[in-house]
T-cell receptor, first 115, second 113 residues
Framework: DVKVTQSSRYLVKRTGEKVFLECVQDMDHENMFWYRQDPGLGLRLIYFSYDVKMKEKGDIPEGYSVSREKKERFSLILESASTNQTSMYLC??????????????FGPGTRLTVL | DAKTTQPPSMDCAEGRAANLPCNHSTISGNEYVYWYRQIHSQGPQYIIHGLKNNETNEMASLIITEDRKSSTLILPHATLRDTAVYYCIVRGLGNTNAGKSTFGDGTTLTVKP
C-alpha cells in the first residue's frame, strides 16, 4: 500500500520559532510537493521538487524554504514562524512516468498553529 | 493552468448516482482534467483523470464534453463513505506544470441515508 507520511498531525509553535515539517514517501517517486490548505482559499502550492536537491517555487513560497537531500524525504522549513502561517500543511508525491505524472498521493496533513 | 468552477455543495441519496459537474472553459489542448476528493481530516485522494475520452475506473466515471469545456464525475452508487469535498483541477504534463494547479474550494458532496 502506497504511503506518504508526515512527521506530526498537530503542532503548536510560537511566533519567531524555526519549524521543520517532514514528509517521507515509500513509493520511489521523483516528485514531491508541499501545499497549505486554508478555508476559502483551497489548496495552494508552496514548493515542489522533481529530483533530489532540486526545488521549484509554487504559488506562495514567501516565508518558507525546503530541503530535499534524499529522494524519499522532503522537508518544509519555516525560518521564523508567524501567526499567518497557521494552517493545514499537506505533502504529496507523484511519479514521473507520463501516464501517472499528475496522480498525486497525499499525506494525512499537519495542522500547525503559531501562537 | 486553466481555472475550474464547481458548485459549492450537493446532496445525494445513498445508493443513487452522484453527478458532480465542473466547468473548465479555458482549458487548453494539452491539459488533462483531474478529480480528487478529500474526506474530513484526511489528505486529498486521487480519483480519476482524462484528456478527451470518457474514463472509468473502480471508483468513478469521468465524462468530458466534446468541446472539453466541462466534465462530470459520476459515482454510480454513492455510499455514506463518499461524503467528501470533490476537487476538479486542470493540469498539463511536464515538470514545469508539476503540482502547479491550485485546488479550489471544490464541491462538498453529502450522501444522505
Amino acid at each position: 500500500d502506497v504511503k506518504v507520511t508526515q512527521s506530526s498531525r498537530y503542532l503548536v509553535k510560537r511566533t519567531g520559532e524555526k519549524v521543520f515539517l517532514e514528509c517521507v514517501q515509500d513509493m520511489d517517486h521523483e516528485n514531491m510537493f508541499w501545499y497549505r490548505q486554508d478555508p476559502g482559499l483551497g489548496l495552494r502550492l508552496i514548493y515542489f521538487s522533481y529530483d533530489v536537491k532540486m526545488k521549484e517555487k509554487g504559488d506562495i513560497p514567501e516565508g518558507y524554504s525546503v530541503s530535499r537531500e534524499k529522494k524519499e524525504r522532503f522537508s518544509l522549513i519555516l525560518e521564523s514562524a508567524s501567526t499567518n502561517q497557521t494552517s493545514m500543511y499537506l505533502c504529496a508525491s507523484s511519479s514521473r512516468t507520463a501516464k501517472r505524472y499528475n496522480e498525486q498521493f497525499f499525506g494525512p496533513g499537519t495542522r500547525l498553529t503559531v501562537l | 493552468d486553466a481555472k475550474t468552477t464547481q458548485p459549492p455543495s450537493m446532496d445525494c441519496a445513498e445508493g443513487r448516482a452522484a453527478n458532480l459537474p465542473c466547468n473548465h472553459s479555458t482549458i487548453s489542448g494539452n491539459e488533462y482534467v483531474y478529480w480528487y476528493r478529500q474526506i474530513h481530516s484526511q489528505g486529498p485522494q486521487y480519483i480519476i483523470h482524462g484528456l478527451k475520452n470518457n474514463e472509468t475506473n473502480e471508483m468513478a466515471s469521468l465524462i468530458i464534453t466534446e468541446d472539453r469545456k466541462s466534465s462530470t464525475l459520476i459515482l454510480p452508487h454513492a455510499t455514506l463513505r463518499d461524503t467528501a469535498v470533490y476537487y476538479c483541477i486542470v493540469r498539463g504534463l511536464g515538470n514545469t506544470n508539476a503540482g502547479k494547479s491550485t485546488f479550489g474550494d471544490g464541491t462538498t458532496l453529502t450522501v444522505k441515508p
